[in-house]
C-alpha cells in the first residue's frame, strides 16, 4: 500500500498560532519522510525532513514529530505568520530513494 | 548556482496531440524526476532519470515517457494526450539517482481540451 494520508485538507490560524498537519502511512517500508511548501505558480520546495530513527525533529520554527509504531508524522508551524499561508505536502519514500508519496495536501491561511 | 528551470510555462493542447516539456536541472545535479500535480492534489512520481537511464517509474502509461541528456537537463513527452493528462508538470533534480533534497521547478501548466 503505498498511500499517505494527509489531514486536514485545509486550516486557518490566527497569527501566532500553532497549526498542526498530520499524516499517516501504510508501508513499513517508507524511511524518508520529509514535507514541502508550495505557494501558488510555484512549485513545492523542501522544508524539513526526518528518518525513523528519531522521533523528533526541528529546525527553525518547524517540527515533525514522528511515531514509528502508530506510522504517523505530523508538522507543527511554531509562532506562524501570515507568509506561512501556503500549501503543505508530507511524503514518504522507502530505501530505494526514487519516487516520493506524496500526501493530498493541506491548505493553511494564517489570518494577521 | 541556477535553479530548475521549465518550460514553457502554460501550453494549451487538444486531445490526441502531442506535447514535450523540458526541464534544466540545477547545477550540479545529475538526476531528474518528473511528477504530474493534478489540480488540488498531491503531486504523483511519473519517472525518474539517473545518468541518461530511467531509474523508476510511477503508475503512468508508457505513452508517457522521457530523455535525459548528456547535460542532465531532461524531456518529458506525452503522446495521444486525453482530457485527464490536464495538470501541471513538475521536474525536480537532486544528485545520485535518489530523492533526498529535490528542488523543483515552477512547474509546466498543460491544458487539454
Known amino acids: 500500500q503505498q498511500q499517505v494520508k494527509q489531514s486536514p485538507q485545509s486550516l486557518i490560524v490566527q497569527k501566532g498560532g500553532i497549526p498542526i498537519i498530520n499524516c499517516a502511512y501504510e508501508?513499513?517500508?517508507?524511511?524518508?519522510f520529509p514535507w514541502y511548501q508550495q505557494f501558488p505558480g510555484k512549485g513545492p520546495a523542501l522544508l524539513i525532513a526526518?528518518?525513523?530513527?528519531?522521533s523528533e525533529k526541528k529546525e527553525g520554527r518547524f517540527t515533525i514529530s514522528f511515531n514509528k509504531s502508530a506510522k504517523q508524522f505530523s508538522l507543527h508551524i511554531m509562532d506562524s505568520q501570515p507568509g506561512d499561508s501556503a500549501t503543505y505536502f508530507c511524503?514518504?519514500?522507502?530505501?530505494?530513494?526514487?519516487?516520493?508519496?506524496f500526501g493530498g495536501g493541506t491548505r493553511l491561511m494564517v489570518k494577521p | 548556482e541556477t535553479g530548475v528551470t521549465q518550460s514553457p510555462t502554460h501550453l494549451i493542447k487538444t486531445r490526441g496531440q502531442q506535447v514535450t516539456l523540458r526541464c534544466s536541472s540545477q547545477?550540479?545535479?545529475?538526476?531528474v524526476s518528473w511528477y504530474q500535480q493534478a489540480l488540488g492534489q498531491g503531486p504523483q512520481f511519473i519517472f525518474q532519470?539517473?545518468?541518461?537511464?530511467?531509474?523508476g517509474r510511477g503508475n503512468f502509461p508508457p505513452r508517457f515517457s522521457g530523455l535525459q541528456f548528456p547535460n542532465y537537463s531532461s524531456e518529458l513527452n506525452v503522446n495521444a494526450l486525453e482530457l485527464d493528462d490536464s495538470a501541471l508538470y513538475l521536474c525536480?533534480?537532486?544528485?545520485?539517482?535518489?530523492?533526498?533534497?529535490?528542488?523543483f521547478g515552477s512547474g509546466t501548466q498543460l491544458s487539454v481540451l
Open positions: 525536480a533534480s537532486s544528485r545520485g539517482g535518489n530523492n533526498e533534497k529535490l528542488f
Open positions: 508501508n513499513t517500508a517508507f524511511d524518508y
Open positions: 526526518i528518518r525513523p530513527d528519531v
Open positions: 511524503a514518504a519514500s522507502d530505501n530505494a530513494g526514487n519516487m516520493l508519496t
Open positions: 547545477s550540479g545535479h545529475n538526476t
Open positions: 532519470y539517473y545518468r541518461e537511464e530511467e531509474n
